[in-house]
């Protein structure tokens, strides 16, 4: 029988961990940092969470949820994003009664059924952070910055944040019906999934992603022109904020989400060098979604990182580890000898490896150097007869005898002191 990952899903392999765990840790790190605490809603909700949230007419409901009934028969979800989620459990444990504004982050896998491409998957990861309960503007610039403090510390360069806003109940109605009118002459000459966004959800033709629609628009009225006060001057806000710390942004008054909740600011942050798929991160406000899904009329703002994008840009980490023993036994009494010592070294957070099988020495050694050990314990029955083990400096190249007794106590001074300089010409493999 040939098993193979169901498509669009994919392994994570040990060689790619590292940029993950860097990337988690930074952000955690990060998060923490700005106050906000990590919440792990569960991966299945109940359907209407997300159909209520994201909107009946957005792709993602229409075509990309995976969804199914349970074996009670209720219509269950895998959660498509993290917002909903976040939401629902902010409003099922009254996290509004316990603080006037609650910083969470969230980090794991989510579920859409897309055509998978480069970057993008049917099981991908996201690194999401929710402010909810908070109006002001100056919350949008500490999220952004946030964003932007996150993907610096990675080192991500080229990237281009982009921002606009989507107005509110009081002003979008009426730039939509503006949009309609100026779209209507031009609507049959527009794809076919903008002919039927025309009706259901005018908005989303604005980014869409075929370049003859784009062309086709011409230049329709900017959402940015139509803004009422309160929002107009909420996006000058934003952008004063942004422009006091230092951070470049870009209006673009085209972008406008794939998910219905956003009022006011939206962003997405692209880079350059990763295809059609180029946004790393996005997000905006959701000043009416916690009401909708049931809880107390409190606004919200937060963004999602695509991790398998961001980790495409990152350079591999430069970790340090703590260096490896290797012990090498030759016979069973030497084994037997040196197994509680890799227990005691191991206890004491010290990697340690042998090998199995009774092989020789050389082969021993060269598994040693592939592991990329600093140091080497080679027992064999001449060392056992005079009460010593031979301890190999691997990268210096030199041995020395150490008595049995004070095996393990000399190699945690080893591996605890500053490790000198390699000598030039030795290239160090892969570490494990
Ligand atoms: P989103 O734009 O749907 O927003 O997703 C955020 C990020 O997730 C994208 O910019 C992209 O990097 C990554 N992403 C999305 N779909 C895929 C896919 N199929 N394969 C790989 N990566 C993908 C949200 O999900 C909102 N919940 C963000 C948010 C949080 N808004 C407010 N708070």
């Not at 790619?16 to 790190?29: G, V």
């Not at 009416?288 to 937060?302: F, H, Q, S, T």
């Not at 005691?344 to 990697?351: D, F, K, M, V």
Request: aromatic share 6%; with cysteine.
């Amino acid at each position: 029988m040939h098993v193979q990952a169901v498509r669009g899903f994919r392994d994570i392999l040990p060689e790619e961990i590292p940029r993950w765990q860097h990337l988690e840790a930074t952000a955690r790190r990060v998060f923490e940092t700005y106050g906000f605490r990590e919440i792990r809603p569960p991966l299945l909700e109940y359907t209407e969470v997300f159909t209520r949230s994201i909107g009946e007419a957005t792709d993602i409901v229409e075509k990309e949820m995976y969804t199914f009934q349970d074996r009670s028969g209720r219509s269950v979800t895998l959660r498509p994003e993290g917002t909903a989620s976040v939401v629902r459990a902010y409003v099922e444990h009254h996290l509004h009664a316990a603080a006037p504004v609650s910083k969470l982050y969230y980090l794991g896998p989510m579920f859409r059924h897309e055509r998978p491409q480069a970057g993008r998957l049917r099981q991908f990861h996201q690194v999401g952070v929710e402010a909810i309960g908070v109006a002001d503007p100056g919350m949008d610039v500490e999220v952004l910055d946030m964003l932007m403090h996150l993907t610096d510390t990675l080192g991500l360069q080229g990237l281009e944040l982009q921002i606009n806003s989507l107005g509110c109940p009081a002003c979008r109605p009426e730039y939509l019906r503006r949009l309609q009118e100026y779209l209507g002459p031009r609507v049959s000459r527009l794809c076919e999934s903008c002919q039927r966004r025309f009706r259901q959800n005018p908005l989303r033709i604005l980014d869409c992603k075929v370049p003859a629609c784009q062309e086709r628009l011409e230049s329709p009225p900017s959402i940015l022109e139509h803004l009422c006060p309160a929002c107009r001057q909420h996006h000058q806000a934003v952008r004063d904020g942004l422009a006091a710390l230092g951070i470049p942004a870009v209006d673009n008054p085209r972008m406008v989400r794939g998910l219905d909740y956003y009022t006011r600011t939206a962003f997405e942050l692209l880079a350059e060098g990763l295809g059609a798929q180029n946004a790393v991160a996005a997000g905006g406000r959701y000043d009416g979604l916690v009401a909708e899904l049931g809880g107390p009329d409190v606004p919200g703002i937060g963004f999602a990182l695509g991790v398998e994008r961001l980790v495409s840009l990152m350079p591999q980490p430069t970790a340090r580890r703590r260096p490896l023993v290797f012990l090498a036994a030759l016979g069973a009494e030497a084994e037997a000898r040196l197994l509680p010592v890799l227990q005691a070294l191991r206890r004491q957070g010290i990697p340690a490896e042998r090998d199995y099988g009774g092989k020789s020495l050389k082969s021993q050694l060269r598994r040693a150097h592939r592991l990329g050990a600093a140091y080497a314990v080679i027992l064999g029955e001449e060392e056992l007869g005079r009460g010593v083990a031979a301890l190999r400096d691997m990268v210096h190249q030199s041995q020395e005898d150490v008595p049995l007794d004070r095996l393990v106590p000399t190699l945690v001074s080893r591996v605890e002191a500053p490790a000198g300089p390699a000598p030039p010409s030795q290239v160090r493999e892969a570490s494990p």
